[in-house]
C-alpha cells in the first residue's frame, strides 16, 4: 500500500503472487478532496434507442403518521401482540399498495393494502373479507383475505391463529 500522509487515503495498491510477481496492481492519478459537485453529475445517462427504463417508485415512511400526511394511510390493525411497535410504511406504485410493519426487536409482522388491479392469486380469494392462511415463500406464514377492491396480506413468524386475530382485527 502505498498511504498518503497528508489525508491516510490510499493512493496505490499491488498485489503479488507467491514468486513475486505483480497479479493486480490499482492506483490513483489524481484525487480531488473539495469537488465542484453539479446537479448534472447525478442525471442518469440516457437509455440506448429501443430501451424503456421502468424506475422503481417505491416511497418509505419513518412513521406512520409520515404517510398519513403523505396521503398514504397505512392500513392498521385494532390487536398487535405485546411487545410490537409501529416501525414504518412502505409505499409503492403511486400507491396501489401500502405495507405497514411492526416489529418487536427480535421479529416483524407487516401487513399490507392492495388496491386496484389485484395479482392473479390475490383474485382469486373471496370477496368476503375472510383471512385465509396461505403458504409463503421460505416458510413464512401468511394471511390473505379480501374486501371490494381491496387485497390484504398479513405476514409474520406467528402461530395461524395470533395472524387470524390481527387480520381479523383490520377494519
Known amino acids: 500500500f502505498w498511504i498518503d500522509r497528508e489525508t491516510g487515503l490510499r493512493l496505490r495498491v499491488e498485489e503479488k503472487d507467491a514468486s513475486g510477481k505483480i497479479v493486480v496492481s490499482a492506483y490513483f492519478l489524481k484525487v480531488d478532496l473539495a469537488p465542484e459537485l453539479r446537479d448534472a453529475d447525478f442525471v442518469p445517462p440516457a437509455a440506448p434507442p429501443g430501451i424503456r427504463v421502468v424506475r422503481d ?9 409520515d404517510a398519513s400526511r403523505a396521503g398514504f394511510p397505512p392500513p392498521t390493525p385494532g390487536y398487535l401482540p405485546a411487545g410490537y411497535a409501529a416501525q414504518r ?5 403511486d400507491g396501489r399498495w ?33 383471512p385465509a392462511p396461505r403458504p409463503l415463500p421460505g416458510g413464512r406464514k401468511g394471511m390473505a383475505w379480501r374486501r371490494g377492491e381491496s387485497a390484504y396480506l398479513l405476514i409474520g413468524p406467528l402461530a395461524e391463529d395470533a395472524l387470524r386475530k390481527i387480520a381479523e382485527s383490520v377494519r
Open 89 to 93: 410504511v412502505d409505499v409503492g406504485d
Open 57 to 65: 417508485r417505491r416511497r418509505s415512511f419513518d412513521t406512520f403518521e
Open 98 to 130: 401500502v405495507s405497514a410493519h411492526w416489529g418487536n426487536g427480535l421479529s416483524v409482522i407487516s401487513l399490507t393494502q392492495m388496491r386496484g388491479p389485484l395479482p392473479p392469486p390475490m383474485r382469486s380469494l373471496p370477496d368476503n373479507g375472510e
